[in-house]
């Protein structure tokens, strides 16, 4: 019997504490992963020098997989989104992201392998009332990872996005009265 010797693959996710990060990190730590998933708290997502700071400070050699899963969504009428509630929503969903992914591209492309996914949203290719933020964000993300997807792809980078409908996390429940969940729920087939 030949010995095969288990390679650890690494992970680093954006937004591993959230509902569906969480799932995400469990599967990937079920499989063998090393997983970094900053808190909040270690990387604030909305402020550019959190994260070069987090960036500088934590080195990371080699990486396997990259998933981008946090996400900001405020919703308000249009007459009472402000830039700030634009800029906060863009920070978090597309342009840290976009950093993120700036720091680890050289050692992707020097290995010529890994796997760049975001987790994007119904919103990316519909719109919605009192969302004007969160679609706008959606729609950028989803742009960037199409156009980095063309980009990366002759070095064997695989760059995809997820855009689910709706799920059952927190977001979904503050975001979304029990009539309206209800109401979600029956048109589930």
């Not at 396997?64 to 308000?76: E, M, Q, R, S, T």
């Not at 009472?80 to 950093?99: A, P």
């Amino acid at each position: 019997i030949r010995k095969v010797k288990f390679k650890m693959k690494s992970m680093f996710i954006l937004g591993g504490a959230g509902d569906i990060g969480k799932a995400i990190v469990n599967k990937f730590r079920k499989n063998g992963y090393k997983i970094t998933a900053p808190s909040s708290k270690e990387l604030d997502l909305s402020d550019r020098i959190s994260i070069e700071r987090y960036l500088e400070k934590h080195k990371e050699n080699l990486l396997d997989v990259l998933i981008h899963c946090a996400g900001f969504n405020n919703p308000k009428p249009f007459e009472e989104i402000k830039y700030e509630d634009i800029d906060k929503t863009n920070s978090i969903n597309v342009v840290s992201f976009y950093k993120i992914i700036q720091h680890f591209l050289p050692v992707f492309k020097k290995r010529r392998q890994g796997y760049i996914l975001a987790i994007s949203s119904i919103y990316s290719f519909i719109a919605r009332k009192y969302r004007l933020p969160y679609v706008m964000s959606k729609h950028a993300l989803n742009g960037m990872i199409k156009t980095i997807a063309l980009e990366l792809g002759p070095y064997n980078i695989k760059v995809n996005a997820l855009s689910p409908g709706f799920v059952d996390t927190k977001m979904t429940r503050k975001n979304n009265n029990p009539d309206t969940i209800r109401n979600l729920e029956s048109k589930i087939p």
